[in-house]
């Protein structure tokens, strides 16, 4: 081998190493990195279930020091007085129902609107997707005042009829960008063979929207198991209070009761939790497909 050859060896084997250092070096940096930001995303988390186990004097003394000891009265306690069982009844019949019902009418929405082309189909989409950007706070007096003159408030259904409205537009947005992609002919040929377009939705396009049906569950079970504000305005019984709700009964008027507060939010993240664990796979998924499509 020539003195050149050997030099070019040489070089192409630096480089070689010189790329696998740097692949090797970006792979530890991107996994510092992660490591930190999961850390700052657990770090609430993990401030509640440590804190949840301590009496008011330790939280208040030092929030970021281990419990001295477990101290699980804080649950039961909890349990007994913000109702749990009862709350947990309220917020899965609420959840179950507004999501099945967002999923069920935003998706047949979504379908007339993608099959039906007119001036008017498309002014619908766009008034529906346009309402997105409308905050909640802007229309809550009004909401408050029409739906309590006619005597729809403390009721659990007016609380899903509500949630209905709200979660519409963003499942029709998510649906309508699916079903552009489904072929005609399979609706055809279901038609041709004496299908309805009933039987078409329901047999043909519903099961192919299965993504996105996952989707628009997990992120709408997210968001009204959580939610606060709009149970808190028109849930007014106490035997009608969500978990959120319940929580809120450890703040008096001048203290907090924090280790009871801490032990009941945690017992109310932790259903949530677990379904997301469960399902976090469907939602990029879902979500892919659907900007694809």
Known sequence: MSENSMVTVGRRT???AGYRFQKKLGAAIKLAVLSILLVLFLAPFLMVLINSFKPDAE???DPLRLPTSLRFQNFTVAFEKMHFLNALYNSFIITVASVVFIALFSSMCAYALVRRKSRGHTAIYLAMV?????PFQAIMIPLLKIYGSIGMLNSAWSLVYMYIGFGTSFAVFMYHGFIKGI???LEEAATIDGCSTIEVFFLIVLPLLQSTT???IILDVLWIWND???PSLVLLAPLKRTLPL?????YGTYTVNYGLLLAGLVMTIIPVVVFYLFS???IISGITAGSIK
């Open 14 to 16: 630096n480089a070689v």
């Open 59 to 61: 939280i208040i003394l």
């Open 130 to 134: 346009a309402s997105m950007i409308v």
């Open 183 to 185: 072929s005609l002919e």
């Open 214 to 216: 996952m989707t628009v």
């Open 228 to 230: 606060f504000l709009l």
């Open 246 to 250: 319940s929580t809120f009964y450890f």
């Open 280 to 282: 976090q796979r469907y």
